[in-house]
């Protein structure tokens, strides 16, 4: 069974910086394998929308909010994908899920992580 597991949440003041990290494991994955993984989040109230995304083929998408502030990559640990958030606001906070989507069809997602950015 694929698990997607999130670290990195917590409270920031704003201005201030995060770093997310999701790892993902199970018995079908394959380093070969094509996939996209990345971010999506969702606040209190609101839908849950895509933050960035990056392909297994290193081709990268943010959402308009976030570009110049939110940058996406590859771990170096394999399945790994790292969200370095800088300059937050108050209206990043929200929880933070972590997405993968293989070239099968298959999805999963994280539990999610909350993010908090108050002074």
């Known amino acids: 069974q694929v698990q997607l597991v999130e670290s990195g949440g917590g409270l920031v003041q704003p201005g201030g910086s995060l770093r997310l990290s999701c790892t993902a494991s199970?018995?079908?994955?394959?380093?070969?394998?094509?996939?996209?993984m990345g971010w999506y989040r969702q606040a209190p109230g609101k839908q849950r929308e895509l933050v960035a995304s990056?392909?297994?083929?290193?081709?990268?998408s943010y959402a308009d909010p976030v570009k110049g502030r939110f940058t996406i990559s590859r771990g170096n640990a394999v399945n790994t994908v790292v969200l370095q958030m800088d300059s937050l606001k108050p209206e990043d906070t929200a929880d933070y899920y972590c997405?993968?989507?293989?070239?099968?069809?298959?999805?999963?997602w994280g539990k999610g992580t909350l993010v908090t950015v108050s002074s």
């Open positions: 997405n993968r989507k293989e070239s099968t069809g298959m999805e999963y």
């Open positions: 199970g018995i079908n994955l394959s380093i070969f394998s094509i996939n996209t």
């Open positions: 990056i392909t297994s083929r290193g081709i990268i």
